[in-house]
């Protein structure tokens, strides 16, 4: 079994900051990509920002230059530094990985985390 626990979530006003942090956990062989989608009411989930195993990122355009995506390899962690936050950031966040368990074949699956709300007052 494997878990994406998150946490960090929360009300802030417009030009503040969060961190969210999202730690996975269970029969992990290797972590491949890890990420962060949001979903805001009415509207479809979309990628905020993405990490590779190698260090390759990627980045929504409304964000870049105010978020930033990190990880701890050894701690199985995916972090979202969110700085200058706006009122459209609200959404409700998930954290998101591909991740290969220990079992025959070694396949890798794609895991979500429960989600957690940020939203940002004007």
């Known amino acids: 079994q494997v878990q994406l626990v998150e946490s960090g979530g929360g009300l802030v006003q417009a030009g503040g900051s969060l961190r969210l942090s999202c730690a996975a956990s269970?029969?992990?062989?290797?972590?491949?990509?890890m990420g962060w989608y949001r979903q805001a009411p009415g509207k479809q989930r979309e990628l905020v920002a993405d990490?590779?195993?190698?260090?390759?990122?990627n980045y929504l355009d409304s964000v870049k230059g105010r978020f930033t995506i990190s990880r701890d390899n050894a701690k199985n962690t995916v972090y979202l530094q969110m700085n200058s936050l706006k009122p459209e950031d609200t959404a409700v966040y998930y954290c998101?990985?591909?991740?290969?368990?220990?079992?025959?074949?070694?396949?890798?699956?794609?895991?979500w985390g429960q989600g957690t709300q940020v939203t940002v007052s004007s």
């Open positions: 998101a990985a591909r991740i290969v368990p220990y079992g025959l074949g070694l396949h890798a699956n794609d895991y």
């Open positions: 990490k590779s195993s190698g260090g390759n990122t």
């Open positions: 269970g029969s992990i062989f290797k972590i491949n990509a």
